[in-house]
């Protein structure tokens, strides 16, 4: 009598099918190679702000002695508007106060001279600001008033006579430190005016806004 055939394993089929399954999957997961650590300098800044605003810039691994710089974009690497050599990583910069085409740079110097490592472009729009107080005020009272604009380090709020040139001085505040200040009204009554003074690379003194205001 033959021998009779040996039976095949129940789960032989089952394993056979899972491992079919799988057999994808894990040739993807070898394939897959992790992704390279970045290891450049990063620089990410907004693409447009009024002239003569503050631009904060985000960097990351921004190598020693690496300086920012505004310039216009044909500009050569050794030129620049503004240059900052910066000591956080959100610095802040200066931008022009003319409106126009410029470009952020992040720069390094390379066998002693200049090296653009990474470049952005901005747009610099018109500045413009605003002021608000009461139109009229007692002699040496207390005159509560409110200027905003670009609010750069060197822009101020002044109250000179309406025939003072762009540079005279008065009982001012500056916006960038707090937009709203109270000032002591001039001893001598009269006719005056507040000012928004822009201070700004490129502008140089440049009156943004005025509003009358009456000493009695």
Same mark, same amino acid.
């Given at each position: 009598m033959a021998a009779a055939p040996l039976a095949r394993p129940a789960f032989s089929r089952r394993v056979f099918c899972l491992a079919s399954a799988l057999w994808p999957a894990t040739a993807f997961a070898q394939a897959k190679k992790p992704a390279a650590a970045a290891t450049g300098p990063s620089m990410s800044v907004a693409r447009s702000i009024m002239a003569g605003a503050p631009l904060s810039a985000?960097?990351?691994?921004? #190598?020693?002695? $690496?300086?920012?710089?505004?310039? /216009?974009?044909?500009?050569?690497? !050794?030129?620049?508007?503004?240059? =900052?050599?910066?000591?956080?990583?959100?610095?802040?910069?200066?931008? #022009?106060?003319? $409106?126009?085409?410029?470009?952020? /740079?992040?720069?390094?110097?390379? !066998?002693?001279?200049?090296?653009? =490592?990474?470049?952005?472009?901005?747009?610099?729009?018109?500045?413009?600001?605003?002021? $608000?107080?009461?139109?009229?005020v007692g002699r040496r009272q207390a005159l509560p008033v409110r200027g905003i604009g670009p609010n750069g380090e060197q822009d101020r709020v002044v109250l000179v006579a309406p025939d003072a040139p762009i540079d005279a001085e008065g009982p001012r505040f500056f916006p960038a430190e707090n937009v709203e200040a109270t000032l002591e009204a001039p001893e001598q009554p009269g006719a005056y005016e507040l000012r928004y003074v822009l201070n700004a690379p490129v502008s140089g003194l440049r009156i943004l806004a005025r509003k009358p205001v009456i000493v009695e």
């Open positions: 985000f960097l990351s691994r921004a #190598p020693q002695g $690496a300086r920012l710089a505004i310039a /216009r974009p044909d500009d050569p690497a !050794d030129k620049a508007i503004v240059v =900052l050599e910066p000591k956080v990583s959100v610095p802040s910069v200066q931008t #022009p106060g003319v $409106a126009g085409d410029y470009e952020l /740079r992040l720069m390094v110097d390379r !066998d002693g001279k200049p090296a653009i =490592l990474l470049r952005r472009p901005l747009v610099v729009t018109e500045p413009l600001a605003t002021l $608000a107080a009461p139109e009229r």
